[in-house]
């Protein structure tokens, strides 16, 4: 059975609208607060972060407020990269993360995602748990006045994150001789990611870090990767790193301007662990992951599994079958090895230090020939439209023009409004065509 707020990563949505609203949020909150402090017998304790929209100023209060009503004490730390909130509500042993974010989505979006005390997103089941309790009578959760939370402001948050992931390296790494362009999207890495490699040593050349609420994502960051195609370029930099709003993906630019995608990074990770031997088991891709990648894996001898979109059902595919590397096309990849969710300033890190005796990203970060891939989003106003008898015909009709010449993947968006159609072949005519069929009955 479908989730009533949870989609394919928290909840999200339209601010002042839906699910979005400071009522929502204070539900949530108390719902969370009530199935979290039961789960240990200590001091309850939750932590939020966020990214930088405007709106973050009117859903955290709400959100606290929730907490505390239920007995939670919070500490918020501001803004944060996703997977900063994920480390920090492990190391800091609190009952749980909660980040206000809306990740890759404009601005007017907002949503959060939850975290257990093992810094892992939650399961399905554990959703639905909280669902339950979101939609029952708030007057049973609410605590006794004498036992309401408490709220602390912990103003260094990115500090103890940077020292947290410059612990996974040798402490002689540095960076000195590079060449950075980064782009943090205006969003949660605008403070962590440019310190981090200025600490290092680099020479950083930084964009999308002066946000003001609205410009988050906007045009900027790893959904718009031509800006750091173009500053690489005209810098002469040795590599260009972009990141969404929240840091939890990661898209990669060469020294020669070439634009590197999550399944050019796994890859190459994949390969470059395996020799070190410290894969574990293989790798897990999602449907939307490249073929090209697959049969990379399978010429390098690598196990490939996919799972369902989504870096939680990666991750939850990783943890099933033992696995310690895995990720997304766009950008989300999970090293199992350090972290339990995406974390693009973890994979940034990781990279480098491959790159750290003089390598070329070019040399380092082509591994495969990608098979051509088309993605297409298409806005609805109903996301069911591909449910409907007329659109599952065009999609059965394409998919036996496709034939074993490739794959065709049509699936609802689990963060927004849109229908997303992928198919990849040797052959682009017959992608476009069956892409043509598809878009033709949605519309």
């Not at 940077?162 to 605008?190: E, H, Q, R, T, W």
Request: proline letters at 3%; glycine letters at 10%.
């Amino acid at each position: 059975m479908k989730n009533k707020y949870f989609g394919t990563d928290g909840i999200r949505g339209t601010v002042n609208k839906g699910n979005i609203t400071g009522e929502k949020f204070f539900k949530f909150g108390l719902a969370s607060s009530t199935y979290f402090k039961n789960q240990k017998k200590t001091k309850q304790v939750a932590i939020i972060a966020k990214d930088t929209r405007l709106s973050g100023y009117t859903l955290e209060p709400a959100l606290v407020s929730g907490l505390v009503s239920g007995g939670m004490h919070v500490f918020t730390l501001g803004p944060l990269p996703t997977n900063g909130l994920a480390m920090l509500t492990k190391t800091m042993k609190a009952n749980m993360g909660i980040m206000i974010t809306a990740s890759h989505n404009p601005y007017y979006d907002n949503g959060l995602k939850l975290f257990g005390p093992d810094g892992m997103k939650l399961s399905d089941k554990i959703e639905k748990k909280i669902e339950k309790l979101i939609d029952a009578k708030n007057t049973k959760q609410l605590t006794n006045p004498k036992l309401l939370g408490r709220v602390k402001r912990l103003e260094d948050g990115n500090e103890r994150y940077i020292k947290i992931l410059k612990s996974n390296f040798p402490s002689n790494f540095n960076l000195k001789g590079m060449k950075i362009v980064l782009d943090c999207a205006n969003g949660a890495s605008y403070k962590a990611a440019p310190k981090l490699l200025k600490d290092l040593g680099a020479k950083v050349v930084s964009l999308g870090i002066k946000p003001n609420g609205l410009n988050i994502n906007y045009k900027c960051g790893s959904t718009h990767p031509s800006k750091i195609k173009y500053a690489v370029k005209k810098l002469r930099a040795n590599l260009g790193i972009s990141f969404d709003g929240d840091a939890d993906r990661i898209i990669m630019c060469d020294e020669k301007a070439k634009i590197i995608d999550g399944d050019q990074i796994i890859a190459m990770l994949a390969r470059r662990w395996k020799a070190k031997k410290i894969l574990k088991g293989g790798v897990v891709g999602t449907l939307m992951s490249n073929l090209g990648l697959e049969k990379f894996l399978k010429k390098e001898k690598i196990k490939f599994s996919r799972s369902k979109v989504g870096d939680r059902y990666v991750k939850e595919k990783m943890k099933k079958l033992n696995y310690n590397l895995g990720g997304e096309q766009s950008g989300h990849i999970i090293l199992g090895k350090f972290a339990t969710t995406g974390d693009g300033l973890l994979v940034a890190l990781e990279v480098l230090f491959a790159l750290r005796k003089g390598k070329k990203a070019s040399e380092l970060l082509k591994v495969f020939k990608p098979l051509p891939q088309i993605l297409e989003n298409v806005w609805v106003r109903d996301k069911n439209v591909i449910t409907k008898p007329n659109c599952k015909n065009s999609i059965k009709k394409a998919h036996k023009i496709m034939g074993k010449k490739g794959r065709i993947l049509v699936r609802k968006s689990g963060t927004e409004p849109k229908i997303r159609i992928m198919a990849e072949s040797y052959d682009k005519k017959t992608i476009l065509k069956c892409i043509k069929i598809i878009k033709r009955s949605i519309n």
